[in-house]
């Protein structure tokens, strides 16, 4: 049938077949140089069902070699493998190069004085930040089983910006082994907090409910009914450095929360470890350079309490996430385990403020600290 086919066709249509069989040809005793040209071209960026598209010339043309054998003979090529996509701290700039240079140095400087009086003197070094966590995570390899009446779930949230969440800072310290990270040592959860407030409702406020063209109103009706006018309820705040309210909005004042919050659960700690050692405990403190974390009025009320304490306080340099425990592990792992237990507890569905904080505080309780430990250790 081929062979008659082909004698049917007209002498231009041979003339394309004879041409697109020598041209294929060529690509196959091309095809390394062809198959390297592409990965290089794209950095190994590329899947391999479009890798063979752009070998034979595009996705309609004829291709000498298919996805699957692509991938087999590329794939045991020596020194193959996966990886995923990487991001770099930012340092670009002479700036930032001696800035982060100066931490490093002093960083190492500091950790080498430090063994040097571990006899009678246990550093405490900690970390602090702030994170996002919002009621809804998007999820990949949800498990649709309909043998098993698995159904997916449909979550309907009117936009994303109307997506509930809540801003916690956490708080978390590692006590180095004879001050030396490299050995080892003891993590520690010191502190985590909801960033609000309790405000009290001007007014009745209900649910938005949809109809069926489109059309929504908000019923007036108890089962509907989100706050009651008078009764107080938790408002989320953004951080601030030392004042309460900016531009008529509510703030989360860090600065009293360092003197009523953070230092007196840090001065617990300290009391502990200097027991358990009988070594005096010196706290190296420190987070981001994010603009709040800096600003004097608090800035003031730190270096007066560790004046007092006769604590350091030292800022990371800038585009340094690696240097920050909080955001290189500790947060991830965190969400990870909230959105695990939104599975089991909440049976995958969106989470309200309140069942959010719940289970951010029982994820906290439950995180172990010997991989607190190993987050310090990895900086």
């Known amino acids: 049938e081929l062979k008659e086919s082909y004698a049917n066709m007209s002498e231009a249509d041979k003339l394309k077949c004879v041409l697109g069989a020598a041209e294929l040809k060529t690509l196959l005793e091309n095809l390394e140089a062809e198959v390297k040209r592409v990965m290089q071209h794209t950095n190994g960026s590329i899947s391999w069902r479009r890798l063979a598209e752009q070998i034979a010339g595009g996705e309609r043309n004829a291709q000498p070699i298919g996805p699957d054998a692509l991938s087999s003979w590329v794939m045991g090529k020596d020194g193959f493998r996966y990886i995923e996509t990487q991001t770099l ?74 997506m509930d969440k809540l801003l916690a800072i956490c708080a978390i310290g590692f006590a180095p082994t004879n001050n030396d990270i490299r050995s080892g040592g003891r993590g520690y959860k010191i502190l985590i907090t909801r960033c609000g407030g309790m405000v009290e409702a001007t007014k009745d406020s209900y649910k938005r409910v949809y109809n069926d063209d489109g059309t929504y109103s908000y019923p007036r009706i108890e089962e509907n009914r989100i706050r009651t006018k008078g009764q107080s309820y938790f408002e989320n705040w953004e951080i601030c450095g030392s004042k309460s309210k900016k531009n008529g909005k509510a703030k989360f004042n860090l600065s009293e929360w360092v003197k009523n919050e953070y230092t007196p659960a840090l001065l617990e700690l300290a009391q502990q470890i200097e027991q358990e050692t009988g070594k005096r405990v010196v706290v190296r403190d420190g987070w981001d350079n994010a603009t709040p974390h800096t600003e004097r009025g608090l800035m003031t009320v730190i270096k007066e309490r560790n004046d007092e304490e006769e604590w350091l306080w030292k800022v990371q340099p800038p585009n340094s996430p690696l240097t920050n425990a909080c955001d290189a592990g500790f947060f991830p792992a965190l969400a990870k385990v909230v959105t695990g237990m939104q599975g089991l507890n909440n049976r995958g569905l969106y989470l309200s403020t309140e069942k959010l904080w719940a289970l951010l505080q029982k994820a906290w309780d439950e995180y172990p600290v010997e991989k607190i430990a190993r987050l310090f250790i990895h900086q």
């Not at 430090?114 to 390899?141: C, G, H, P």
């Open 89 to 162: 701290p930012q340092c670009t700039t002479e700036r930032t190069k001696k800035i982060r240079m100066k931490w490093a140095i002093s960083f190492h400087m500091f950790w080498e004085g430090a063994k040097m009086v571990a006899q009678k003197v246990q550093v405490l070094y900690t970390n602090i930040d702030e994170k996002w966590f919002y009621s809804l995570v998007i999820r990949r390899y949800n498990k649709v089983v309909p043998e098993f009446e698995v159904h997916p779930v449909f979550h309907r949230i009117h936009h994303k910006d109307n």
